[in-house]
C-alpha cells in the first residue's frame, strides 16, 4: 500500500524549475517530519531538505538557495521547489516521513516510489 505519492518529475533544462509534490494520509502527515531525499545513478541516496511540523527547516548545502521544502498542513502535502537547477540536480527524488527524533538521525518510517527529475539541454 503507497502511503507516500509523489508528482512534478519531468525532464528540464539547465537553469530551469520544476515542483515536487507529495501528498499522504492526514495521520502521517499531521505528527511526521517531512524529507525529500535523491539518488543518482551510481551514488547512495542523499537528503536534499526536511521540514518539521514547526515549519524549521534544513537544506543540504548543494541545494541551499536554489530548493526550497514547504508544507500544506490542509492539503497533507510537502513541496519542493527546484529553481536554477544543473545537471548534478538528475536523480530519482523521494519523500519521506518520520518521526521528529529519528527523522533528525536519517531515519523514516515512511518512503514514497520516487520521481525522476532529469536536468539536460
Known amino acids: 500500500q503507497v502511503q507516500l505519492v509523489e508528482s512534478g518529475g519531468g525532464l528540464v533544462q539547465p537553469g530551469g524549475s520544476l515542483r515536487l509534490s507529495c501528498v499522504t494520509s492526514a495521520s502521517i502527515f499531521s505528527s511526521n517530519t517531512m524529507a525529500w531525499y535523491r539518488q543518482a545513478p551510481g551514488k547512495q541516496r542523499e537528503l536534499v531538505a526536511r521540514i518539521y511540523n514547526s515549519g524549521s527547516t534544513k537544506h543540504a548545502d548543494s541545494v541551499k538557495g536554489r530548493f526550497t521544502i514547504s508544507r500544506d498542513n490542509s492539503k497533507n502535502t510537502v513541496y519542493l521547489q527546484m529553481n536554477s537547477l544543473k545537471p548534478e540536480d538528475t536523480a530519482v527524488y523521494y519523500c519521506?516521513?518520520?518521526?521528529?527524533?529519528?527523522?533528525?538521525?536519517?531515519?523514516?518510517?515512511?518512503w514514497g516510489q520516487g520521481t525522476q527529475v532529469t536536468v539536460s539541454s
Open positions: 519521506a516521513a518520520g518521526r521528529p527524533n529519528l527523522a533528525t538521525m536519517g531515519l523514516y518510517d515512511y
